[in-house]
């Protein structure tokens, strides 16, 4: 019955009657600024987990979770089936791919363009790699056949659009590493023919990336049976470190390993600041709605101090009076909160679905602003901007316990 006494009066005094007007004003103001903190905060740490986990997805799509490689690069994995081997049977690996790495100019479209092909064992790629799997156009059968002459290659969206290769063209492939002359090596120029493109939704890699079958760049690179790298996935993301010191020790004292977040450590460590610096930034909204709902209960008590001296008279004690204030604050930041939560989660569904915000894919990587709020991030989101509206309450409620009835009744 207290708390409902409470809460009833709190109520009341938000519902301002019209001499009152400039009260009325000031609430409905704090409301909306907690409401505009709330919802730039959903939306902002919206972006920011849209950003993050689209970038891991179209990274990790073409990437590996683990990469075994040597420390000091020299004639490169000899032993490396065997090492494949051992690596499948580590707890939490998943699938295991050789790689070889390699730059090489392309060159037989409009413009020739530099790229980084990745020589691949198409069945064991394919456990790794979405890009393979999900082929814009074209086959792998090409990389598959040993014999097929000249060998295939798939290129990412980008280099066609860039370059003019088209699928089934015939282009020319130039390698370091050739015959020495006077004036350095000289380029080993091998055909290759476009047999599939990928897009794998990461402009970097769709732009800079080229896929081919490992004895083809063997070969092209007049190599033994060797790798470079050998990938590897497993099942747990957040885990990845943890196992690379596994694959390190099963690997031997000259492999070293990499794990996803070290190879895109400064985009991610560039994330994670920009989430810390948003929430300070947009935080500054919700202290500007504190300030507004201070304001506001402090003229209410100088307004309401005839009320208060009247209810103290009446057998309200001093811990009532406060939580009646307390309680106004708290509603205020309720309902701004919701308000807030409902209109930030709206336009990030209907921004996400139908991409209102576009982007340059050769500057962001992305086509366009994901937008993926949480469940998680409203709450504490909510929590926070209740949090700040009580505290805002303090001051003016313990001003309205420190009312004498006595000297306010006195001349009414």
Not at 71 to 78: A, D, F, M, S, V
Not at 349 to 369: C, E, G, K, M
Request: aromatic share 8%.
């Amino acid at each position: 019955m207290k708390a409902r006494f409470e809460l009833f009066v709190a109520g009341r005094y938000l519902r301002a009657r019209r001499k009152e007007a400039v009260i009325s004003v000031i609430t409905l103001i704090s409301v909306l600024g907690v409401a505009a903190g709330v919802m730039a905060l959903v939306i902002a740490l919206a972006v920011n987990n849209g950003f993050k986990s689209t970038l891991q997805r179209n990274l990790l799509g073409a990437m590996a979770h683990i990469n075994v490689m040597e420390k000091e690069p020299l004639y490169g994995i000899e032993n490396w089936r065997d090492m494949a081997a051992r690596l499948r049977k580590i707890p939490h690996v998943t699938d295991v791919a050789p790689a070889i790495y390699s730059p090489a100019l392309l060159s037989g479209g409009l413009q020739p363009k530099f790229v980084m092909l990745k020589g691949v064992d198409v069945n064991s790629e394919t456990a790794i790699s979405d890009s393979l799997r999900h082929l814009k156009s074209g086959s792998l059968d090409r990389l598959r056949d040993a014999a097929a002459s000249p060998p295939g290659i798939i290129l990412g969206s980008g280099i066609v659009d860039d370059t003019g290769m088209r699928l089934n063209s015939r282009i020319n492939a130039a390698f370091q590493g050739g015959e020495l002359t006077p004036f350095g090596p000289r380029l080993a120029i091998r055909p290759f023919r476009v047999c599939a493109t990928f897009e794998s939704g990461f402009y970097e890699i769709d732009d800079n990336w080229a896929y081919a079958s490992i004895t083809a760049v063997q070969k092209a690179l007049g190599l033994e049976d060797v790798v470079n790298q050998i990938e590897l996935k497993v099942d747990d993301l957040d885990r990845a470190p943890e196992f690379a010191k596994q694959v390190e020790k099963i690997a031997g004292p000259r492999y070293a390993t990499q794990t996803w977040m070290e190879r895109n450590r400064q985009l991610l460590d560039a994330l994670k600041m920009e989430r810390r610096v948003t929430v300070i930034t947009i935080g500054l909204i919700e202290l500007v709605a504190a300030l507004n709902i201070l304001i506001t209960l402090v003229m209410m008590v100088m307004e309401k101090y005839r009320d208060i001296a009247v209810l103290m008279s009446m057998g309200a004690r001093q811990g009532q009076i406060r939580r009646i204030f307390m309680l106004q604050g708290v509603l205020i930041g309720v309902a701004g909160s919701a308000i807030g939560l409902a209109a930030g989660y709206s336009l990030c569904h209907f921004a996400n679905r139908y991409r209102w915000v576009p982007l340059d894919q050769t500057i962001y990587s992305l086509s366009f602003v994901p937008f993926e709020p949480r469940p998680f991030d409203g709450i504490w989101i909510a929590a926070a901007a209740v949090l700040v509206s009580f505290l805002a309450t303090i001051y003016p409620a313990r001003t309205a316990t420190r009312i004498a009835p006595a000297e306010v009744l006195r001349y009414e």
